[in-house]
């Protein structure tokens, strides 16, 4: 889901200007936490990528 700047600008207004809590935020504009948090591009709004490819530890002799 792709939100418009114009939700993005309403969302990170109601959370530093009117210091409403994200929760409160989502229920009012029917959104979900993980999306006010893409928003407001605060860690945890989207899940961590995997690591690609096999990584080996190089030995440190």
């Not at 006010?36 to 709004?45: E, F, H, Q």
């Amino acid at each position: 889901m792709t939100i418009s700047d114009d939700v993005r600008l309403m969302i990170r207004h109601l959370y530093f200007g009117e210091h409403m809590p994200m929760r409160e935020i989502a229920e009012h504009l029917g959104f979900s936490i993980r999306t006010v948090r893409r928003a407001l591009v605060i860690d945890g709004g989207v899940r961590p990528r995997r690591a690609r490819g096999p990584y080996h530890k190089e030995n440190d002799s």
